[in-house]
């Protein structure tokens, strides 16, 4: 700890004489080229067409290596784009600048530097310095360069570090932003209409899960942080707009985990006329489209698992999925008392009130969902846990409805939209009495999206799927903390 403070004190001492020398933080500063800009536009040339050619350049950026030899001494930069040598001497600077350079500059601070490019004898692209300005003196000392910032609280609490000292989780995060850019462009190009919908909900709705509370006070109203955005965007298509999509965050109070943080981001759309076939077609398009433009490639690799994402999935019903992966034929799934049975032998438990289509969903997540390695699409949900889902014509028990799973997690969760405005408010119906019953995430009767639907939802297809996830899989990353800049953390 003393010596931490002694770092601290002589840096403030640094900084006072700095700013007794500029009078103020520098911000007249203005660079001309990125370091990646430099690299590409002179990569081909040697040191002697870089010395005949004597392009000048501008450069800005924060010393990640500094190395004192004399009258001479090389430094590095990182920009946003990468980093940059640079050459600083006392004979093109002079003695005062030099000295003010051996002084007062440290690892970490920000600096800007005017020169031409030149290449070493090495053969290292730098930038011969002609003049120098240092714009923040920074107080604190970097993490050691070698190790950088290992330590996970530390990058997930002070990401800023994270990224001055990880290209990894800089790159992380640049393939984040591609990601959804890539979105709205295939979307785009689709027809589909982007929209925003509100995120502070009177009625929680959309999907079944714990919301947060808040009060609006002049209002004096009890309000929701959005679960999901679903019961808006169909309003939506009721009103004319057939394609609509919502890049949109959502929160549910639950736990957190590698694969679950209570923000999180989700793409959500809509389409009239198409049904949950047709959006598991479109969803292979898409990803398809994202592992060719941001990975150059359909196949990748998660976390050891070899994936081929230009096949399509395999396709099996939520059934069919049970009796494969446990002991359990046709038609035990069906049967009540069996499947308690079961959940009671995995010391699960088995709500009274559950019934059959519940008891399957548990016994899936438990048993089932985990071992679905290969990309697998399971279909026909039970209408018990489907409330706003379309029931199937061969079968009213279930629905037309999928979830995406891939490396054992549910990627997307799309389905035939339930239009039918009576069998709607059943549902919820059904679902307020699961809430009175002590089930938190049941849903609350949304009679204003009855109404809506009393004026007509034309045959749509919906689709919510989630970015942080998609995320993790395309940057091989095993925790969702590691593709959220911010993520949730318990307090120190």
């Not at 203005?30 to 350049?57: F, P, W």
């Not at 309000?223 to 298509?237: C, H, N, S, W």
């Not at 846990?385 to 990627?411: C, K, M, Q, W």
Request: aromatic content about 8%; charged content about 25%.
């Amino acid at each position: 700890m003393s010596e931490e403070r002694d770092l601290l004190a002589n840096r403030r001492a640094k900084m006072e004489k700095w700013q007794a020398q500029v009078g103020t933080y520098v911000n007249n500063f203005r660079r001309q080229h990125l370091a990646a800009d430099l690299h590409e536009a002179y990569q081909h040339a040697d040191k002697a067409e870089l010395e005949r050619l004597g392009e000048s350049t501008a450069v800005c950026g924060r010393v990640m290596l500094r190395r004192v030899m004399g009258k001479a001494s090389f430094i590095t930069i990182q920009d946003a784009s990468g980093q940059i040598q640079c050459y600083l001497s006392k004979g093109d600077l002079g003695d005062a600048a030099y000295a003010g350079f051996n002084e007062l500059w440290d690892i970490g601070d920000i600096v800007g530097i005017t020169g031409v490019m030149m290449r070493t004898n090495k053969g290292e692209l730098t930038v011969q310095a002609k003049e120098i300005t240092l714009l923040n003196k920074t107080l604190r000392p970097l993490p050691e360069k070698f190790h950088g910032v290992t330590d996970q609280e530390i990058r997930y609490r002070q990401r800023y570090l994270d990224l001055i000292m990880n290209d990894t989780s800089r790159q992380v995060f640049r393939t984040r932003s591609q990601v959804v850019a890539r979105m709205r462009t295939f979307f785009d190009e689709r027809g589909y209409l982007e929209v925003e919908t509100p995120m502070m909900h009177s009625i929680p709705g959309g999907a079944t899960a714990r919301p947060f509370v808040t009060h609006h006070n002049a209002l004096d109203m009890q309000l929701y942080l959005r679960i999901a955005p679903e019961l808006f965007l169909k309003r939506l298509v009721v009103g004319g707009f057939e394609r609509v999509y919502e890049i949109n965050r959502n929160f549910r109070n639950e736990g957190l985990s590698t694969r679950h943080n209570p923000e999180f981001t989700m793409l959500e759309f809509y389409q009239a006329y198409a049904d949950y076939k047709d959006l598991m077609a479109l969803t292979d398009e898409l990803l398809q489209a994202l592992c060719e433009d941001i990975l150059g490639s359909a196949q990748l690799t998660y976390q050891g698992l070899e994936l081929d994402i230009s096949q399509p999935p395999q396709r099996m019903t939520m059934a069919e999925a049970i009796c494969h992966y446990t002991q359990l034929q046709a038609p035990q799934v069906e049967d009540e008392d069996v499947l308690r049975e079961q959940l009671t032998k995995m010391n699960l438990k088995a709500e009274a009130s559950w019934g059959i289509g519940k008891l399957q969903l548990e016994l899936f997540e438990a048993e089932v969902e985990e071992r679905l390695a290969q990309p697998t699409y399971i279909t026909e949900y039970p209408a018990e846990v489907s409330p706003l889902a379309r029931r199937s014509d061969h079968n009213d028990a279930v629905t037309d409805r999928f979830e995406l799973f891939i490396g054992g997690r549910e990627y997307a969760n799309g389905f035939s939209e339930l239009n039918d405005p009576i069998d709607q408010a059943e549902r919820f119906a059904a679902q307020v009495a699961l809430k009175s019953g002590g089930d938190d995430e049941a849903m609350h009767f949304d009679q204003d999206y009855v109404d809506a639907l009393e004026y007509g939802l034309p045959p749509t297809a919906g689709e919510g799927l989630g970015i942080d996830r998609l995320v993790m899989l395309l940057t091989d990353t095993p925790s969702i903390r590691d593709v959220l800049l911010f993520p949730l953390m318990r307090p120190l």
